[in-house]
């Protein structure tokens, strides 16, 4: 499967192409085999981690399929206001799309427009070389419509593949829950055409299950690392929830388990990044998203700690649990979409002051010294806020630093001379 | 022009119900032609004393098949939808069994159910278990069928019977009254209706039916429950000012058939009866559906702001979620969009601890006793219907091992 299947993805292709799968997927896997082998230089690595890193190494540099997902009807959703209970609750698979490839960034960058952002080109780039399998099996794309990037990139996607464009509305009011209560149940059709299984009352409820089961796991993680700050390096953590973007929820969750109890086991001994005492920093903005992991790469590198991440693509993208309150099939649907709604931190909200208070909660929450901003060249909306989240941790006292960055290495060392600074900076504040 | 068709619209649905109030006594449901009062133990289990329980059967019957023909009303409806007709069969069939991951039953709810059984039984039915009479006072001290010569808490019957009240009792007993009325309601506010009202169980007992069931409820907005405010505040004026206009609130108070018909009083159920059969089906498709209209509540409810009983926030700690706005069955908004605020408790708050219950983020809300935390919010306790119980995940070790971590739970701390 490894050796042939990667390269079947287009038919009758000529010479030209041919080279070019192969110079595409020997340059993706290098990077990719870099970004992992950077991760596992950083040390103080529990050993529970490894499945994690088996399945980004599987995806990204074997280019397969992990075992979990093998014969499964794959969906692909991009953010997390697609409901991924839903989808296991037509018994298939989800997994998350959105892409921080450089090679397949190079090549979307051909075809969107230049000021498009680079996750929204990475995706196009993989979908428009069909060489990467999880893009190219997938029997459906829900495309939550969350920016005009997301937008275009839903039709754009179309062309070769079956997309579902969830409209997320602009605000949380009562009637946007309404609204999005529709979508969703317009998803759950879609999802039963495509898989050819019914979505019933009891299959939602074991699809609720299976993800309730990876959030009480990551629940107690989270809890445990307010407890203990610095438990694990920042960039093993992203490394965890990217490793959930290819993983059913439930092979997620037992992997989680494990590295719960060997921290719990660990409790106060050596073996801890925290054991030294380093500059504890937060990334927010953008998503960062493997192997466009550069900038937490660097903070660790650099002698600092990720202490906290407020991105989508981090923990933020699972730790808000879809709470019940009516028993019914309505009743869920609806739990669904409040949870994919209101206590959703994405700027795509007109208003969405409640991201400054998540800001503000987790800076205390992790005792963390300084901010990184990031932001994707083209991201606008994470961008608008900046100001916001800036003048706000100016009141705190907390300094903020705005990292703009795109996905390729050629900024690498202008990064690392800012990050470096910044670093300094809390180092000497502390 | 819409606007005043709206307009025009309230004001037409408030002299209905102004009418129906004052014309209550003349609908009638199930009339005698005496007060007969149960005493004992033994008379009451007599024939002739479930005979009289027979207008309570009546009253069932009647709201189950109206529930029934709602459901089916429904259902039509939908199908004329293509996209909602496909999950009409989930959304509205009674499924068997709990659903996994349903969050595990708190120290809290069990002392809140159980308060509120042990009350209503006893302002039920404590009358002929333990006499009447205890020390020269009066049992049970808040049924007004059986104790209407205390004038201690029995306020609502005098509320809706003033004239009586000033007729009937010289002036300390008047002062006595509102002395008592006034004291219990500063004491203990609305957790008298989300912890001891009769009816509070009853509305509560038809809720946990249709979860059960799994039949999906009404869906009430922030402008649904706006439209209810004048008819509360109609209520309000109606309840003692009903019997100035030639009125008896009583007739049209759907209590009437809980309390009194329950503990064996032969009385006759005028609209009553009706408004009881109209509060079953409502409270079945909207949780505590009476309470947001009901008027002595809102009386009480006036004094919240002195009631030890507060509703605590952490303001950065809540995500606006909305899970609490979700669960609250009297559609307090505030409390998940607040942000400034430590304390969130509004005039509506019944206390029944539903949002602390279903709030996962830790300490973001509390129910507060005298500035101490009865019951706090925890991310462990929403969660932890979705514990592996094969593999013995402990999330309690865990946590524990912080200063606070995700907290105990609430009620543990008391």
């Given at each position: 499967m490894m050796g042939t299947g990667r390269k079947t993805g287009k038919t009758g292709k000529s010479g030209i192409e041919e080279r070019f799968a192969s110079r595409f997927l020997a340059k993706q896997e290098k990077t990719s085999a870099k970004y992992l082998r950077r991760v596992e230089e950083l040390g103080e690595m529990p050993e529970a981690l490894a499945p994690f890193l088996d399945t980004l190494r599987r995806v990204y540099v074997d280019m397969a399929l992990p075992d979990a997902l093998r014969g499964k009807t794959l969906i692909g959703t991009y953010c997390v206001m697609a409901p991924q209970e839903l989808v296991y609750a037509a018994g298939a698979v989800p997994v998350k799309?959105?892409?921080?490839?450089?090679?397949?960034?190079?090549?979307?960058?051909?075809?969107?427009?230049?000021?498009?952002?680079?996750?929204?080109?990475?995706?196009?780039?993989?979908?428009?070389?069909?060489?990467?399998?999880?893009?190219?099996?997938?029997?459906?794309?829900?495309?939550?419509?969350?920016?005009?990037?997301?937008?275009?990139?839903?039709?754009?996607?179309?062309?070769?593949?079956r997309v579902f464009p969830l409209q997320v509305p602009a605000g949380r009011d009562d009637g946007d829950i309404t609204q999005y209560v529709e979508e969703l149940y317009r998803f759950a059709g879609i999802l039963e055409d495509v898989t050819g299984s019914e979505i019933s009352w009891e299959t939602l409820a074991s699809g609720m299950r299976q993800v309730g089961r990876a959030q009480y796991e990551l629940s107690r993680f989270l809890a445990w690392k307010k407890a203990r700050h610095g438990l694990m390096w920042g960039t093993h953590i992203l490394a965890v929830m990217h490793a959930a973007s290819y993983l059913p929820a439930d092979v997620w969750a037992s992997s989680m388990r494990r590295l719960n109890d060997e921290l719990e086991a660990k409790g106060e001994g050596s073996g801890r990044p925290a054991s030294r005492k380093r500059p504890r920093l937060m990334i927010t903005g953008s998503?960062?998203?493997?192997?466009?992991?550069?900038?937490?790469?660097?903070?660790?590198?650099?002698?600092?700690?990720?202490?906290?991440?407020?991105?989508?693509?981090?923990?933020?993208?699972?730790?808000?649990p879809a709470v019940v309150v009516d028993e019914s099939f309505d009743g869920m649907m609806r739990a669904l979409a409040n949870r994919a709604v209101r206590p959703c931190s994405c700027p795509t909200f007109a208003d969405n002051t409640e991201r400054i208070y998540r800001i503000r909660q987790m800076v205390r929450d992790y005792d963390v010294q300084g901010v990184v901003?990031?932001?994707?060249?083209?991201?606008?909306?994470?961008?608008?806020?900046?100001?916001?989240?800036?003048?706000?941790?100016?009141?705190?006292?907390?300094?903020?630093?705005?990292?703009?960055s795109d996905y390729n290495e050629e900024d690498?060392?202008?990064?690392?001379?800012?990050?470096?600074?910044?670093i300094e900076l809390i180092k000497f504040r502390a | 022009m819409n606007r005043n068709r709206k307009r025009l619209s309230m004001v037409l649905v408030l002299a209905g119900i102004t009418l129906l109030v004052l014309l209550s006594g003349r609908i009638p449901f199930?009339?005698?032609?005496?007060?007969?009062?149960?005493?004992?133990?033994?008379?009451?289990?007599?024939?002739?004393?479930?005979?009289?329980?027979?207008?309570?059967?009546?009253?069932?019957?009647?709201?189950?098949?109206?529930?029934?023909?709602?459901?089916?009303?429904?259902?039509?409806?939908?199908?004329?939808?293509?996209?909602?007709?496909?999950?009409?069969?989930?959304?509205?069939s009674g499924r068997a069994g709990k659903r996994q991951g349903r969050q595990k039953v708190s120290v809290f709810s069990v002392i809140r159910w159980s308060v509120m059984v042990v009350f209503s039984l006893l302002i039920i039915f404590g009358g002929i278990f333990f006499g009447f009479t205890i020390f020269g006072i009066d049992i049970p001290v808040l049924s007004c069928p059986t104790n209407r010569s205390q004038l201690m808490e029995s306020s609502c019957y005098f509320l809706a019977h003033l004239p009586d009240l000033f007729a009937e009792y010289d002036a300390v007993?008047?002062?006595?009254?509102?002395?008592?009325?006034?004291?219990?309601?500063?004491?203990?506010?609305?957790?008298l209706c989300g912890f001891l009202c009769p009816m509070g169980l009853v509305q509560d007992l038809v809720h946990l039916l249709r979860q059960k069931l799994k039949i999906e409820g009404f869906v009430m907005t922030e402008a649904d429950y706006r439209k209810l405010v004048p008819v509360k505040w109609l209520l309000v004026l109606l309840m003692p000012g009903a019997v100035f206009a030639g009125g008896n609130f009583c007739d049209f108070c759907p209590a009437l058939a809980v309390s009194p018909v329950i503990s064996g009083l032969k009385v006759s159920?005028?609209?009553?009866?009706?408004?009881?059969?109209?509060?079953?089906?409502?409270?079945?498709?909207?949780r505590r559906a009476w309470c947001n209209i009901c008027p002595l509540g809102l009386m009480i409810g006036l004094f919240h702001r002195l009631s030890p009983f507060r509703i605590k926030k952490e303001p950065t700690a809540c995500t606006e979620c909305g899970a609490c706005y979700e669960a609250c069955p009297m559609g307090i908004k505030m409390i998940y969009t607040e942000r400034e605020k430590t304390d969130?408790?509004?005039?509506?708050?019944?206390?029944?601890?539903?949002?602390?219950?279903?709030?996962?983020?830790?300490?973001?809300l509390a129910l507060a006793f005298a500035g101490k935390k009865i019951y706090d919010a925890s991310r462990k306790r929403v969660v932890s219907g979705y514990q592996d119980s094969e593999e013995q995940a402990d999330f309690g070790r865990l946590s524990g091992a912080g200063a606070e971590g995700a907290g105990g739970d609430g009620a543990g701390a008391r």
């Open positions: 799309l959105c892409s921080g490839n450089y090679t397949a960034f190079s090549v979307g960058d051909g075809n969107a427009p230049r000021d498009a952002c680079p996750l929204v080109k990475a995706v196009e780039g993989f979908c428009e070389t069909g060489l990467m399998p999880i893009y190219r099996d997938c029997a459906l794309m829900a495309v939550p419509i969350t920016c005009d990037c997301k937008k275009k990139i839903a039709g754009m996607l179309a062309a070769r593949s998503p960062v998203i493997f192997p466009n992991i550069k900038v937490p790469l660097l903070i660790e590198e650099l002698g600092g700690i990720l202490a906290a991440d407020e991105t989508c693509m981090g923990e933020r993208g699972m730790s808000d901003y990031h932001v994707l060249r083209g991201c606008l909306v994470y961008d608008f806020e900046y100001q916001l989240v800036e003048e706000v941790l100016g009141e705190m006292g907390i300094p903020v630093i705005r990292l703009e690498v060392e202008q990064l690392k001379i800012r990050l470096e600074a910044f | 199930w009339t005698y032609d005496e007060r007969v009062l149960t005493t004992d133990i033994e008379q009451f289990f007599s024939p002739e004393h479930l005979v009289r329980l027979l207008p309570l059967a009546v009253i069932i019957l009647a709201a189950a098949a109206a529930i029934t023909g709602i459901c089916w009303i429904r259902k039509r409806y939908r199908e004329q939808d293509s996209m909602r007709a496909r999950y009409e069969g989930m959304r509205s007993s008047i002062a006595l009254f509102f002395g008592s009325t006034i004291l219990f309601a500063l004491l203990l506010g609305r957790v159920l005028y609209f009553s009866g009706f408004m009881m059969i109209l509060v079953l089906v409502g409270s079945f498709f909207k969130v408790t509004d005039w509506n708050c019944i206390m029944c601890g539903e949002c602390v219950k279903c709030c996962p983020e830790d300490h973001a």
